[in-house]
T-cell receptor, first 113, second 111 residues
Framework: GESVGLHLPTLSVQEGDNSIINCAYS??????FIWYKQESGKGPQFIID?????DKRQGQRVTVLLNKTVKHLSLQIAATQPGDSAVYFC????????????FGSGTRLQVQP | DAGITQSPRHKVTETGTPVTLRCHQT?????MYWYRQDPGHGLRLIHY???????DKGEVSDGYSVSRSKTEDFLLTLESATSSQTSVYFC??????????FGQGTRLTVV
């Protein structure tokens, strides 16, 4: 079936730098795209979402960009901190359904002090 | 953790034995899910529930069954555990169209 995937398995950045995590998706019917963060030993945690009719959404220190032309999603983290070290998953879902999420395979973000 | 409790947190079982994992929520949410997480696969949906006694299959449902007799409890059963079912299992509740709260996970090892 259609799935959401990721370009890079591991991203290493210096503390204070900006991070960009990328994701490619294949399901054009998805209505929402979402980013989740998973810290070691914990379940995933919601970060931010974006509707399919938007191309950018900002949160606190995070920005999600959606490019439907090339089916690409990215998560930008400003001024990356050690607490941002985690695995980041993109996910997608369709409205009107059972809210089930389809996840990508994840990118590990390592923040170097 | 939005009132989600998974039990047990860790379990080792033998091939061929039945195993039941429990997810309990205190939030009275309608939608509940079971995912499994394996290296290189992210999280994959096993089964989900949209109400008491209302359940449906996810992407990787073979070998698993679920039951939801009360709003607060969602049980995942492996009828006859196999080594391929060694994984970390996460329960989740949906609080909005895109936002789900996940439990702490259950690490299951089938030997």
């Amino acid at each position: 079936g259609e799935s959401v995937g990721l370009h890079l398995p591991t991203l290493s950045v210096q503390e204070g730098d900006n991070s960009i995590i990328n994701c490619a998706y294949s399901n054009s019917a998805s209505d929402y795209f979402i980013w989740y963060k998973q810290e070691s030993g914990k379940g995933p945690q919601f970060i931010i979402d974006i509707r399919s009719n938007m191309d950018k959404r900002q949160g606190q220190r995070v920005t999600v960009l959606l490019n439907k032309t090339v089916k690409h999603l990215s998560l930008q983290i400003a001024a990356t901190q050690p607490g941002d070290s985690a695995v980041y998953f993109c996910a997608e879902t369709q409205s009107g359904g059972r809210r089930a999420l389809t996840f990508g395979s994840g990118t590990r973000l390592q923040v170097q002090p | 953790d939005a009132g989600i409790t998974q039990s047990p947190r860790h379990k080792v079982t033998e091939t061929g034995t039945p195993v039941t994992l429990r997810c309990h929520q205190t939030e009275n949410h309608r939608y509940m899910y079971w995912y499994r997480q394996d290296p290189g696969h992210g999280l994959r949906l096993i089964h989900y529930s949209y109400g008491v006694k209302d359940t449906d299959k996810g992407e990787v449902s073979d070998g698993y069954s679920v039951s939801r007799s009360k709003t607060e409890d969602f049980l995942l059963t492996l009828e006859s555990a196999t080594s391929s079912q060694t994984s970390v299992y996460f329960c989740a509740i949906s609080v909005a169209d895109t936002e789900a709260f996940f439990g702490q996970g259950t690490r299951l090892t089938v030997v």
